[in-house]
């Protein structure tokens, strides 16, 4: 169980982790695109032969950003295009995109293009008709390619294929069969309740302490459980179970599991034993 606990925990750990740094990088990316969308207000404005003008607060709307303007201004769509495509070519990873150029109050669509794979900015069409000068919103969206998700999918794949292999492990290693109470080590069946080891329908009983023995190395099965807490959790404060007592019980239970060599209990020296069970 404590090494599917690792397991479970180890997979939150990574999708916390992530999930925070996907947030931080989503916080920084969003403050940018912001500076740079005002960026692409002030030389519209510029374009206009505005400076004095202010570019407003930059509005987020879902997955579109809004540019708005302090002042009227008209332009012409090969300068606003060329402008737009330049800025965001420079100063973000977006390669296709979504312009739109909309009445302040109507919300009209006056101009609009898109650039992707296929239409570059120069092959934009309508770039010489210029607008009059009123009041514009300039609307840009970005298109993401499903690509740019392709790392996030493939991080939730790797994290559900590792707690799978976790919990097949887990589940593979204990094999637990019929009920909770049998347990397979190798080619024996151990039964903790009737304390008695099974193997080719030969069963070998098992005294209380034998039984409480093999249970704590089989839940730390292929890790060294050390002298002292085997003395705690199996004798706890029964007294005179000291030196060789506990020697003596891991030479019993050596013997009655001597019959299949996938199965070994080794002594550790100075620290304490080991279960071993090859796969």
């Given at each position: 169980?404590?090494?599917?606990?690792?397991?479970?925990?180890?997979?939150?750990?990574?999708?916390?982790?992530?999930?925070?740094?996907?947030?931080?990088?989503?916080?920084?990316?969003?403050?940018?695109?912001?500076?740079?969308?005002?960026?692409?207000?002030?030389?519209?404005?510029?374009?206009?032969?505005?400076?004095?003008?202010?570019?407003?607060?930059?509005?987020?709307?879902?997955?579109?950003?809004?540019?708005?303007?302090?002042?009227?201004?008209?332009?012409?769509?090969?300068?606003?295009?060329?402008?737009?495509?330049?800025?965001?070519?420079?100063?973000?990873?977006?390669?296709?995109?979504?312009?739109?150029?909309?009445?302040?109050?109507?919300?009209?669509?006056?101009?609009?293009?898109?650039?992707?794979?296929?239409?570059?900015?120069?092959?934009?069409?309508?770039?010489?008709?210029?607008?009059?000068?009123?009041?514009?919103?300039?609307?840009?969206?970005?298109?993401?390619k499903k690509e740019q998700n392709l790392s996030?999918?493939?991080?939730?794949?790797?994290?559900?294929?590792?707690?799978?292999m976790g919990s097949y492990y887990y589940y593979?290693?204990?094999?637990?069969?019929?009920?909770?109470?049998?347990?397979?080590?190798?080619?024996?069946?151990?039964?903790?309740?009737?304390?008695?080891?099974?193997?080719?329908?030969?069963?070998?009983?098992?005294?209380?302490?034998?039984?409480?023995?093999?249970?704590?190395?089989?839940?730390?099965?292929?890790?060294?459980?050390?002298?002292?807490?085997?003395?705690?959790?199996?004798?706890?404060?029964?007294?005179?179970?000291?030196?060789?007592?506990?020697?003596?019980?891991?030479?019993?239970?050596?013997?009655?599991?001597?019959?299949?060599?996938?199965v070994q209990l080794k002594n550790i020296r100075?620290?304490?034993?080991?279960?071993?069970?090859?796969?």
């Amino acid at each position: 169980m404590r090494n599917l606990f690792y397991f479970f925990i180890f997979g939150l750990v990574i999708l916390f982790t992530v999930q925070g740094c996907k947030e931080d990088v989503s916080k920084i990316q969003s403050d940018h695109i912001e500076v740079v969308m005002r960026r692409i207000g002030n030389d519209i404005l510029l374009q206009s032969s505005d400076s004095i003008s202010v570019v407003k607060p930059i509005l987020f709307e879902g997955d579109k950003y809004r540019i708005q303007f302090g002042s009227d201004f008209s332009f012409l769509p090969d300068n606003l295009v060329k402008t737009i495509d330049i800025i965001l070519k420079k100063e973000l990873p977006y390669e296709d995109y979504l312009v739109k150029i909309e009445a302040c109050e109507t919300k009209e669509v006056i101009y609009s293009y898109e650039i992707n794979q296929f239409v570059k900015f120069d092959e934009v069409a309508c770039r010489e008709r210029s607008q009059p000068e009123d009041c514009y919103e300039v609307v840009i969206q970005f298109i993401q390619k499903k690509e740019q998700n392709l790392s996030v999918i493939i991080l939730i794949v790797l994290l559900t294929i590792s707690i799978s292999m976790g919990s097949y492990y887990y589940y593979k290693k204990r094999n637990f069969i019929g009920n909770t109470n049998t347990i397979k080590i190798g080619e024996y069946l151990y039964d903790a309740k009737k304390m008695i080891l099974i193997r080719k329908e030969k069963t070998i009983e098992l005294t209380s302490k034998e039984s409480e023995l093999l249970s704590l190395l089989y839940e730390s099965a292929n890790e060294t459980v050390e002298r002292d807490i085997i003395l705690n959790k199996v004798w706890g404060d029964e007294g005179g179970y000291v030196g060789r007592t506990l020697d003596v019980y891991i030479s019993k239970l050596r013997k009655k599991l001597d019959n299949d060599a996938s199965v070994q209990l080794k002594n550790i020296r100075g620290i304490g034993y080991k279960l071993i069970i090859e796969d």
